[in-house]
């Protein structure tokens, strides 16, 4: 039966009624929380709803903060199409805004969605009054660590706000204690409401999502072009371990190079003149130990476009050095000749064209880490029957030349959800937050070792029914290590948050319900929404397991114990004092 939950600042039946939401609106009510739901399952209508109370207060201006131009257009359309606003008007602000002009939109709205850098510059240049806001969201609030904009804006808001609210939302918080707690400590939460895939409150809405590892072999002609820059390696870190400066034991790996850096680094603050030559051998297997992975697990395209970006590192003597090396230029010159041969791209094609043979209206998104691998994505897909891709990258850099402005990739974002456009090519700008609830299939090029970007690319499909992902893993390389070390963060993420969520003192302290505005429909039946989420915890509440009250056996065999001076006396230490 159809369900809606209604409040005076929420469109009629927008919103479905879910118990387990409206239990996390009542909590951000209490105070500062941070909302730790799986992807798709509705963070943003937990947002406003909120949202909607707050105004309703009428106690100051809300502020909506989302990471990208793209996601913050994305917000400003729901607050539109879910919020019953009257008189107000949402407005975004973002980096496209001059400065002149920012001053008059900051208080030409009471409900503001903004980029992080914007809304962090503004405060620090007095264009911006942060303490007029009674609360912030805080969207993918995971970015919320060191010296990020979203984390410098939560510690000003709560340094010049005495009541600050702030909701902070995301599916994947870490695996970490130390970062899950310094999101806690910068957005100065006082809570964390977290619902898990297998809560019986909250698997029914969540679709069924097939997770396919496809294990690739790598080309002869690739390993062909690796082999010299393996040798290369192996000798600096064979003459490094025989000096006792690289240490680990086992193939080299980043974790054993950044360890003999360190190494040679301590051995200089000793007075080891020797440690100096060490640090630029160390320097160069590192570049050589990223190159060699480009080169096994993502192919030539990935490779030349991290050998382009050395190139444009002027400044630096050392890799100036390594980009005129024989052996690397002789690389550069063999793969400026080659199409990309890696079996991956093959790969992509086949599980592209068989999702399209089997459902032509599919929609498929594929993610790659490089903008050159995106390229030869997307020429690979020209010849495909029914297939209709389009790049999805991020604005231009330096290193990666041109890139897509935030009103290109709206547009493009656009024309994925119309379906003029059905396969979305895609850099790490598209991981976050993207509401596109028809993509089917989503393909990984390579596995991230990142629990978080991992979760957030898985959590493009599979929004509103059954959704594929497929992870590709060239065998025997680094990509088995990623795909491992990412399975293994997500599975003790939750218990790192439930830790955290333990320590915080008022975790567990909520009070009386918040809920008094809310109510719910049911059909043709309206009631408060306290009602409504009481039934659907009974409901589901564990049920008690019928006692076991068959008689024991009286006929038990008896247990032979060992004799007392069979063990040593209390207190013997050794052979020597048994008596």
């Not at 009541?163 to 939460?189: F, H, W, Y």
Request: with cysteine.
């Amino acid at each position: 039966m159809r369900t809606s939950v209604h409040h005076v600042n929420l469109i009629s039946d927008a919103i479905e009624a879910r118990a387990y939401q409206l239990e996390a609106v009542n909590e951000s009510l209490a105070g500062s929380m941070m909302l730790v739901l799986p992807t798709a399952a509705g963070k943003t209508a937990v947002a406003w709803m909120l949202i909607a109370e707050k105004l309703s207060e009428n106690e100051g201006n809300i502020l909506l903060i989302a990471p990208t131009v793209a996601l913050v257009n994305q917000h400003l359309d729901g607050c539109n199409r879910f919020l019953s606003l009257g008189e107000i008007k949402p407005l975004s602000i973002t980096g496209q805004n001059i400065v002149n002009k920012r001053t008059n939109m900051w208080t030409s709205s009471k409900l503001i969605v903004a980029t992080p850098q914007v809304v962090r510059n503004d405060i620090i240049n007095g264009i911006l009054r942060i303490e007029e806001y009674s609360l912030i969201v805080f969207d993918e609030a995971h970015h919320c660590t060191g010296e990020h904009a979203m984390a410098q804006v939560g510690r000003l808001y709560n340094s010049k706000k005495q009541d600050a609210l702030i909701l902070g939302m995301t599916a994947s918080p870490g695996s970490n204690i130390s970062q899950v707690e310094e999101i806690c400590r910068n957005l100065k939460l006082e809570r964390i409401h977290l619902k898990t895939p297998e809560d019986p409150m909250i698997s029914e809405y969540l679709s069924n999502l097939e997770v396919q590892e496809i294990k690739v072999n790598v080309p002869d002609e690739i390993l062909l072009l690796t082999n010299p820059l393996i040798l290369w390696q192996k000798g600096i870190v064979d003459r490094e371990r025989r000096r006792g400066i690289y240490i680990m034991p086992g193939e080299i790996n980043h974790a054993g190079l950044a360890s003999a850096m360190e190494r040679s680094k301590n051995a200089i603050k000793r007075g080891e003149r020797s440690a100096y030559s060490s640090i630029a051998q160390i320097g160069i297997a590192m570049r050589l130990h990223h190159l060699i992975n480009h080169m096994l697990c993502q192919g030539t395209a990935a490779s030349r476009e991290f050998l382009n970006r050395l190139e444009n590192e002027n400044n630096n003597k050392s890799v100036r050095n390594f980009v005129r090396d024989g052996r690397i230029q002789n690389l550069m010159v063999e793969i400026k000749k080659k199409d990309e041969i890696h079996s991956k791209v093959g790969a992509v094609r086949r599980l592209v064209r068989e999702r399209l043979r089997r459902d032509s209206g599919s929609k498929i998104i594929v993610f790659a880490s490089f903008r050159d691998t995106i390229t030869v994505l997307h020429e690979a897909m020209r010849d495909l029957k029914d297939a209709r891709a389009i790049q999805f990258i991020g604005q231009s850099n330096k290193s990666s030349g041109d890139g897509l402005k935030p009103k290109e990739q709206i547009k493009r974002l656009e024309e994925f959800r119309s379906g003029s456009a059905n396969i979305l090519i895609s850099t790490s700008v598209g991981e976050e937050g993207l509401d596109i609830p028809a993509a089917d299939l989503v393909i990984f090029y390579e596995p991230v070792s990142s629990e978080t970007r991992t979760i957030q690319r898985r959590g493009r499909t599979g929004r509103q029914r059954e959704g594929e992902v497929v992870v590709l893993i060239a065998e025997g390389t680094r990509d088995e290590n990623a795909r491992s070390a990412a399975l293994k963060r997500e599975k003790n993420m939750h218990k790192v948050v439930q830790r955290v969520k333990r320590k915080l003192s008022l975790s567990n302290h909520i009070g009386e319900t918040k809920l008094g505005n809310f109510k719910v429909k049911i059909g043709d039946k309206i009631i408060s929404a306290t009602e409504f989420v009481q039934e659907e915890k009974d409901l589901h509440a564990p049920t008690v397991v019928e006692y076991d009250e068959r008689e024991i056996d009286a006929n038990s065999k008896e247990v032979k114990r060992v004799k007392l001076e069979k063990f040593r006396s209390l207190g013997q230490r050794g052979l020597d004092e048994f008596s």
